[in-house]
């Protein structure tokens, strides 16, 4: 029997996640011969992975949104807006009453998988890992460091705004290279980051020759939203829409406007038009002040965590995306 593992996309975390989950299965659980990784993006009206990519086997998703698909096998995730509709929070709601009950646990394998979701976890690979290392005695200590710069890329814990832009550690130019790689390149990384350290990852020469330009590419998005940014009570807006991007580092706007409490940016790649809405990690407004980006994104069919989260659209879509921004830049700054 196979694993197919799904994870997010042209996310650090994502990858993190689908390779702490493969170490994991491969020490704790041991029923698949080989491990597939398929990446998934959200993309316009929150579509999810296609049915017809599951395999007759064992089917995981990590950091992504829930299926009911009666074909997954393994399901983590901490994103506030991890349920498409109603009936998708029931379903896992039924499972996992069914999965906890006396009689099912008593019987229950290991193998049969498992569902878990905790929004409480600043990322999915501390999620996975935990869960991994307290039901099933994973032994987590190799993985460490991986752990810990998941929790510091995805929950945006850098010590300023500085050091997330200038990048000088591997897990930052890492993070670079996989949310601007293209097809076929964070599958080749997963596996690496199950048994290398974060520097010997970066190391391997088919990341080398993506970098010198990745890092070309990220002085020129500084110097370009240097141009398109504005700061407006509180609110970085831009929009670089006529420039196809599948990616940028998200702390130039604070970067540029350390001022800035929220930033609502608008991009176009070549399959979605993107909002994407965040808070600025230094800034010095309580938490209990600050808005709940993924409520807000929820509103236009998105979603996210509460301090960072996007709604996207169809790349022909630009118009609906941009009014969305608007409304939304409105709203932050209607807060004060």
């Not at 929150?46 to 009666?70: C, H, M, Q, R, T």
């Not at 099933?136 to 850098?158: E, H, M, Q, R, S």
């Not at 800035?260 to 010095?284: D, E």
Request: net charge negative; with cysteine; hydrophobic share 40%.
């Amino acid at each position: 029997m196979d694993c197919r593992v799904f994870y997010h996309d042209h996310c650090f975390d994502g990858a993190c996640s689908a390779s702490v989950f493969t170490r994991f299965h491969r020490e704790c659980i041991g029923t698949a011969r080989e491990f597939s990784y398929s990446g998934l993006m959200h993309g316009a009206a929150g579509s999810l992975v296609d049915e017809s990519a599951f395999i007759v086997g064992e089917n995981a998703i990590v950091d992504f949104k829930y299926s009911a698909s009666p074909k997954v096998t393994w399901w983590f995730d901490h994103h506030q807006s991890a349920f498409l509709t109603a009936e998708d929070r029931r379903d896992f709601l039924a499972w996992q009453a069914q999965a906890n009950s006396a009689k099912v646990l008593a019987a229950r394998r290991p193998s049969a998988g498992g569902k878990f979701y905790d929004p409480a976890y600043i990322s999915c690979t501390s999620l996975i890992a935990d869960v991994a290392r307290e039901r099933f005695g994973f032994d987590t200590t190799p993985l460490k460091d991986l752990i810990y710069w998941a929790n510091i890329v995805d929950g945006a814990k850098y010590e300023s705004a500085q050091s997330a832009v200038e990048m000088d550690a591997p897990a930052m130019k890492l993070t670079m290279a996989i949310e601007s790689s293209g097809p076929g390149f964070v599958p080749r990384v997963i596996p690496l980051l199950t048994e290398m350290s974060l520097q010997e990852v970066l190391d391997q020469p088919f990341i080398q020759a993506e970098l010198g330009p990745l890092m070309e590419q990220h002085r020129a998005g500084i110097e370009l939203l240097r141009e398109r940014t504005a700061l407006e009570r509180g609110v970085v807006t831009f929009d670089i829409t006529d420039r196809l991007t599948e990616g940028y580092n998200k702390f130039i706007p604070y970067y540029l406007h350390p001022a800035a409490v929220y930033n609502v940016g608008l991009s176009r790649s070549s399959f979605r038009a993107k909002v994407a809405v965040g808070t600025n990690p230094w800034t010095k407004l309580p938490e209990a002040e600050l808005a709940n980006i993924a409520e807000i994104c929820e509103r236009y069919g998105g979603g996210g965590h509460a301090r960072v989260g996007a709604v996207s659209y169809s790349p022909d879509k630009v118009d609906d995306a941009r009014k969305a921004a608007g409304e939304i830049a409105a709203l932050l700054r209607a807060r004060g």
